[in-house]
């Protein structure tokens, strides 16, 4: 078959799976289906390849190429067809409105209906039924053309950036550019940006739908919920009383009216191929698992007539990991749609994908100094057992703690052999308690003195463990370190005891748990603002994720809010990371590629296997493994994983996968299949499609986590080991050099503007006279709070500054209770007088209050206990508004007390006096 040919039969057997029939020119019957091919056309300039009928009226033309030939430049050719119809012929418009180039690999797509008709590739033809509706819409409601006139974004409860990345989105896609990305720092709305640009992309593009993927599963119903939630600035209407969203699960496919779709990627492919997803497959995030594979190309993808190319207008990409234009990239280009991503974390390959058409740059730097983000300062606990590992010596009549990781059964038994464990098995194959409550106990004690000085409450933290069964033990040792209940501290994880959602909706809103420990449920996307603390347990290779886990503490959170489930708590300005295990100073790469050689691990390619990747690849190295296995396993792990398996043994699995694998079956399956005469051979794409097909079918069982479970749970060690010899030792705790340099630059950028506007600023003014001259004001400390504000970039000047003294001088610096804006003098006196003590205000006041009753009574003055009330208001009133007027004495809370009336009657004619002795006193 010459190659034209081989294009026309590829062509051919598109044109059908997508809804076409095909006929030829001597025979035609246009009754024969909504959408009629027509082969070898006889038109004015020549003959059109295929002439598509829509609805009996000509619509467009396909002209045909042999695999490999350029198709932009065939656009003239076509083009000539489309204004080549015969008058006296029914058609829809002339020029004609759709033309396609195609090889049968590779197909072009132009509409002359849009404002601006630009070819683009698509993955194959579109379906006639959709062609009609494009018609229907006449050009002025193309989707492409109405981009180009959208009425002004109505800005209610979008701020700056919020509207810069919906404008500039808006700008790309009315420019045709089918690629864009916002890069927008995690809590600053990147998910109420992208429900915005969403709904007038619906009201006012006229948009048939749109796909809305996220990382995980429960990010799926987070978002759902902001769906829900958001509230339209033009009619006041909720999105969803307007538009349908549909989570996609299960295998009930795309919901007809739906008009948003949430998904994951492993999911949408599952829909894709008809396929059933384990439900635990897509609770896990592809910044944990990694996204490179034994693959060397993209998951396969076949037309599927149920679900056409047409499905998304848009397709929103939440968080687009690397393995979105790696693993997955054949399931995104499947859609003829516009490709927004939305990510914190870029990498120089996400710009690469999105043609780096960065329509928003908002960084995690530009939203700290905004006030959007809170920075965060590192503290490193470094124990020796942690760095180093250690050595249990098996010694005759010791009997050793082990735990079975199947059952979680603990035994005591004598160790065969000494066990010399590394500080990467620490928390995985060895527990070593010593460590775990060394660690604990350190954190416990330099909370309240060093990490949150002053506090009293545990901050809210989130614990990074290793493994579900470290969590299990961390919990175990926080609850008794700490000296609290079961509420204190709670696991979350996919295998928690209570659901997930509900332990982290607790774990928001209310007051317990104070410490939660998660493997990587909470560490992309989830929204907990009040989280101050993040524990790290573990160590994480990958840049991104790493990116991903720090942003759940930077999130910023209303101080009444905060207030509600942390009481002694004034206002977030930073979140603080305890190292454990030095995962700060480790460099980090773009991902967590898997190595292609065979030492990728199981648990990586069963993972793979679960989120449904089907490849020979796959298969041979998943039967490699589970053939090497079977040799280890006692009688009683093979029948358990053959339980799990549906009856199925182990070395069964191992064959079915083998056999998948073989080349040579998979080239007799193609034959088979495409029902080739015995002379002829398949194409290299039979043979790969018949490959995927029989993978898939053998990996199907491995879609059950109780099947990957099982297997995991056998091939690993076959015991946790308990380390109770070794006592661990601390080797030091503290924040780290490079927290400590920032805060003395940021103290120093601090004094300088202090030196630079003293001349300038009333507040500074009085402050650096000496003698020093009264009349500060609260006024005056509220301006100057405004001028830091703007000059350093501080959004909340007052207790930022205090932290940053905290770290740099912790010996001088007094704990700062409540929110007082005065406190700003201290501040500012200290900075002058550096061997002065850094106290609040209020507690200097109360020390002068106190001198000056002394000297009183020292002078004969004695006051009724009614007179020390209100002297006692007073102080209380210049301790926040630094000085008191008579005129003060008649609001809140003299005017309980009777107001100036009552004063005048209690004090009488000495009134006057003491208020002066008071301002002068009691003066900050």
Known sequence: MDPEAQARRNIDRQLVAAGWVIQDAKAIDLSAGLG????????????????????????????AKPEGHALIGVELQSGKYLAGVPKRLPAWASPLPFAYESTGVETRFTSTLDAVPRSREVFTFHRPDELLRLLRLGPAGQVRTRLASLPPLVPTRLWAPQIEAIENLEKSLAEGRPRALIQMATGSGKTFTACSFCYRLLRHAGAKRILFLVDRNNLGKQTESEFQNYQSPENQYKFTEEYPVQRLSGSAGVAGASKVVISTIQRLYATLRGEELDDEADEGSLFESGDATLRKEPMPVDYKPGFPIETFDFVVIDECHRS????????????????????????????????????????HARAVADGVNVGYDVYRIETQITQQGAKLAKEPGVMVPHRSRLTREKRYKELENDVTYTANQVGKDVISGDQLRLVIKTFRDRLPTEIFPGRTEVPKTLVFAKTDNHAEELVDVIRQEFGKGNEFCQKITSKSH???????????????????????????????????????MRSVGSGPYFEQMKGRGCRVVDPAELKQVTSDAVIKDRFVIVDAVGVCERDKTESCPLDRKPTVGLDKVLDLAGKGVADADLASALAAKLTRLDRKLTPEQRQTIEQAAGGQSIASLAADLLSAADADAAAQQAATDHALASAEEATEEQIAAAESDRAREALRPFRKTELRDAILATSRVADIVYDEQNLDALLGAGFDAAAR????????????Y????????EALQILYSKPYRAGLRLRHVKELREQLRAALKLAEPVPQLWRLFEAVEPDRVARREGDAVVDLVALVRHALDRASPLVPVRQTIHQRYDAWLAQCAAGGRVFTADQRRWLDAIRDHVAESLTIAPDDLEYVPFNAMGGLGAAHRLFGPQLPEILAELNTALAA
């Open 36 to 63: 009629i091919a027509v082969r070898e056309f006889p038109l004015t300039g020549g003959f059109a390849d295929y002439l598509l009928y829509v609805d009996e009226k000509i619509a467009g033309v396909i002209e």
């Open 324 to 363: 979105i234009y790696n693993l997955w990239r054949q399931v995104l280009d499947y859609f003829d749609a516009f490709l927004i991503g939305l990510t914190a974390t870029p990498t120089d390959q996400t710009l690469g994908f999105f043609h780096r058409n960065l329509v928003q740059d908002y960084s």
């Open 498 to 536: 209570r659901s997930p959602d509900d332990l982290l909706a607790e774990f928001r809103t209310a007051y317990f748990p104070r410490i939660a420990v998660t493997v990587d449920m909470i560490a992309t996307g989830t929204d907990v603002k009040p989280l101050e603390c993040l524990l790290f």
């Open 741 to 752: 340099a920032k805060a003395e630059g940021q103290l120093a950028d601090f004094r300088q």
């Open 754 to 761: 202090l030196e630079e506007n003293r001349d300038r600023l």
